[in-house]
């Protein structure tokens, strides 16, 4: 589509004298003729201000001069830097960044790493239209075009080879100018026209020669009722009924067409409307586009119109104080059934009231059955309704739990309630956060020496969307550090660096914070269980995006990751009844409900906002900021264990344990949240779905941090949360099957049902089993399942593979 012209070179356009004029005066727009074409689709005169250019080099030897001289001969105005952290404070400077050409010295990677600025200056707002350089060695061409191409692949548009002599930098810097920075200029012009056409009132479908829908403005979304991405990408044929053959003559002989056709709502309802085609090509003489212009005619659906009549309704925040009785027209009059048989109902006039609730249009459905039905029925549809009056109605009663099982009494009973002294609350695997009084140990900055435990890092992360992932290696690599290293990694494979449009060094110091914050000193809610439950989640969505259906976007999956990297921030390793209990400041400050994970996710955004050097969410728009913050609450909050029961209720009702999960609508607002919800939590408690030796391992680790708590509570003389944790009486195995049969067997099936990711399961099924014949052999303390893991350890890697199983 002509959407901007541009100017050439070449004598086609008008002959002119010169393509490289340096400000519009230097070429005024009349001093040549211009085609039809242009006088059809008029030009939008591109800017061409000097050229601002940042040079990244690390030392000042002979290239970095030359390049300087050129600079200054080609009248660019430079802007010098020596290391990667300055180059983009540089570039993203709002009164003096913005650069058109950044060329970064690639030829010491040990100070300046060129692929990490790359993708760092790629990230940042604004860059898609800047043109990169890097510098390299001439030898670098000499050998392969490896590392060309990884340079090329993180967002340089072009490698030069070093060279000390002015003349050959001044040629390389004026090739790059015309060749690259011109086309990026009147590229970037273009945008003010897609800003004109999205804020357009006429809906507006551009398609390509196969009538695939490639662009589609906000006024489309109106007219057929589906978002732009539902839209954009679908055949012509999908979004319109009527026979568009009419259409395509007349535009394949490059004439315009304009008549009525009919489109399919989102809702599958028909409406006609008035259409406007108009071939473009883009290149050579065929049409390669169609515009449609849609313009919706006063004959609208019946739908519609009481769509729009709804609209005008006033809804519940427009009724002021006091004005309820002007809408109550009856009394509620609702009886009971007669002990003589009769009944005498007076249905409540509901649907009068501005406001309704799904629950209230159930029982108000179930009311009218009432009336129709005989008398041992509308009994029983009374009591219906009373359950259904009921508080909670998704929330969790528990089932008896074996007598004979004191340990999983105690543990499930800990997971799923809340509140201060005989009111438990535990979390399994990340229900608990305060600041705990003293200093934290400083992680300081992350500094990988590049011998051999760099490769063995490098080698490792390249599985990390793997589920036998060696968590627990990183962990030793990175010296308990290991948030960081595996977080930017799998921020860099799910592209959250440019969903977010900010650059990888944010990220880097972001991550270093968030990992400061976590209790080194715990021995299961520390870092390496962030950075766990970080890459399971990153697994999930590996697995959801393979779906046909998609179900999550891009801002979805990179919340998801960053949720998962906090939701167990400040933990101190004690749970919230533990803090209710002694009457800490946060228990106070959130009133005993929801204490930990309020905390999370409050210091979360606290922490991240507090400093702009590492505000990750910094480049976003306002309204992407409150759904990104939204999304991340919402999840952090998820993982308080006494609500397990409701969110899996409210799961396996709408999904379903079996193949009608497949056949759910998962664009639905209140649907994304529901599974949202569940994958972090199943990302949370993912343990006894992992293999054995690391099942065995976190088990050790959860139950040490148990029983520290129980030995606390003992010392400071206050109500033990779990009697049972002790660490001189308590079976490990137990807990562990107990925990398997109550919180994890269910929800990971009706999870594996819907991701379709049978080695959880079939993980989970092998562990229990195992855990089984360890309470059969009596190997239930901290010290026997030490023993164990001596012996998990020393068998071959293959046993505990997925495909042995």
């Not at 952090?636 to 799961?651: D, G, S, V, Y």
């Amino acid at each position: 589509m002509y959407l901007c012209g541009t100017s050439s070179s070449s004598g086609r356009y008008g002959h002119r004298q010169s393509s490289l004029a340096l400000t519009p005066e230097e070429e005024p727009l009349d001093s040549y003729p211009r085609l039809i074409s242009d006088l059809k689709f008029p030009n939008l005169l591109p800017p061409n201000p000097p050229i601002k250019i940042l040079i990244a080099f690390c030392k000042n030897d002979p290239v970095f001069e030359a390049l300087a001289t050129a600079c200054h001969r080609l009248n660019f105005e430079p802007t010098f830097v020596k290391s990667a952290e300055t180059a983009i404070e540089a570039f993203q400077n709002v009164a003096t960044g913005g650069h058109h050409i950044i060329v970064v010295d690639a030829r010491y990677p040990r100070i300046i790493e060129a692929d990490v600025l790359g993708r760092s200056i790629r990230n940042s707002k604004g860059s898609q239209h800047t043109t990169m350089v890097a510098v390299v060695k001439k030898n670098l061409f000499e050998k392969d075009d490896t590392a060309v191409i990884s340079l090329l692949d993180v967002g340089f548009n072009r490698c030069i080879i070093e060279s000390p002599h002015v003349s050959i930098c001044s040629s390389e810097l004026r090739q790059i100018q015309h060749s690259l920075v011109r086309p990026q200029n009147v590229i970037s012009t273009q945008q003010a026209l897609y800003t004109a056409l999205y804020r357009s009132r006429e809906a507006v479908i551009i398609t390509d020669d196969s009538l695939r829908a490639q662009y589609a403005n906000r006024a489309s979304e109106k007219v057929l009722n589906m978002k732009l991405d539902e839209i954009v990408g679908r055949s012509l044929n999908d979004l319109v009924t009527a026979d568009i053959s009419n259409i395509l003559s007349h535009t394949t002989r490059h004439k315009d067409y304009e008549g009525f056709i009919s489109t399919r709502r989102k809702s599958q309802e028909t409406l006609h409307i008035h259409v406007r085609a108009v071939p473009v090509s883009c290149i050579g003489r065929s049409p390669t586009h169609l515009v449609l212009i849609l313009e919706q005619t006063s004959g609208t659906t019946l739908s519609a119109l009481a769509s729009d009549a709804l609209q005008a309704l006033p809804h519940g925040k427009e009724v002021a104080r006091g004005s309820l009785h002007s809408i109550r027209r009856g009394s509620f009059d609702v009886r009971s059934i007669a002990s003589d048989g009769l009944r005498r109902t007076s249905l409540a006039k509901l649907s009068q009231l501005p406001l309704e609730a799904p629950i209230t249009k159930v029982l108000s459905l179930l009311a009218q059955v009432q009336e129709n039905c005989s008398s041992d029925e509308a009994k029983l549809l009374d009591r219906v309704m009373e359950f259904l009056k009921r508080e909670g109605l998704y929330s969790p009663q528990m089932k008896e739990i074996r007598t004979e099982d004191p340990v999983a009494t105690d543990l499930i009973g800990a997971l799923l309630t809340q509140g201060p002294t005989n009111i438990l609350s535990s979390r399994r695997s990340s229900n608990d956060s305060i600041i705990r009084g003293g200093g934290r140990p400083s992680t300081g900055s992350i500094v990988f020496n590049k011998t051999r435990e760099s490769s063995q890092l490098s080698e490792l992360l390249n599985s990390a969307l793997s589920w036998d992932f060696e968590i627990f290696k990183l962990e030793e690599l990175t010296e308990k550090r290991p948030l960081v290293c595996l977080g930017l990694e799998l921020f860099r494979r799910f592209d959250v660096y440019n969903t977010f449009c900010c650059d990888e060094v944010t990220f880097k110091l972001w991550l270093i914070e968030i990992e400061k914050k976590y209790h080194s000193d715990n021995t299961y809610h520390n870092s390496t269980h962030a950075a766990d439950v970080m890459q399971a989640t990153a697994c999930y969505l590996q697995q959801l995006s393979n779906r046909e259906t998609k179900v999550m976007d891009r801002m979805d999956e990179a919340t998801a990751l960053i949720a998962a990297a906090t939701h167990d921030i400040d933990h101190p390793g004690r749970s919230s009844a533990f803090l209710c209990n002694s009457d800490d400041r946060l228990a106070l400050l959130y009133n005993d409900i929801c204490v930990l994970e309020s905390h999370h996710a409050a210091t979360t955004f606290r922490l991240t906002m507090a400093d702009d050097k590492i505000n990750i969410f910094k480049h976003l728009d306002r309204e992407s900021y409150k759904l990104a913050r939204s999304i991340i609450v919402d999840m952090i909050l998820a993982t308080e264990m006494t609500r397990h029961f409701e969110h899996l209720a409210k799961f396996v009702s709408v999904f379903g344990t079996d193949v009608d999960s497949k056949e759910t609508t998962h664009d639905n607002d209140d649907n994304q949240i529901l599974i949202r919800r569940m994958l972090i939590k199943c990302a949370d408690v993912s343990n006894p779905t992992r293999s054995l030796k690391f099942c065995v391992e976190w088990a050790r680790r959860i139950a040490e941090e148990y029983f520290t708590q129980t030995d606390e509570e003992k010392h400071r003389n206050l109500p033990i949360v779990m009697p049972m944790f002790d660490r001189t009486t308590c079976s490990i195995s137990k807990s562990q099957i107990g925990f398997i049969e109550y919180i994890i067997h269910d929800m990971m099936d009706a999870w594996n049902s819907f991701i379709e990711m049978p080695e959880i399961v079939r993980y989970m099924e092998h562990n229990y089993s195992k855990w089984k014949l360890f309470e059969e052999q009596g190997i239930n303390t901290l010290s026997d399942i030490k023993r164990k893991q001596l012996t998990l350890n020393s068998e071959a890697t293959g046993s505990s593979s997925i495909e042995e199983l």
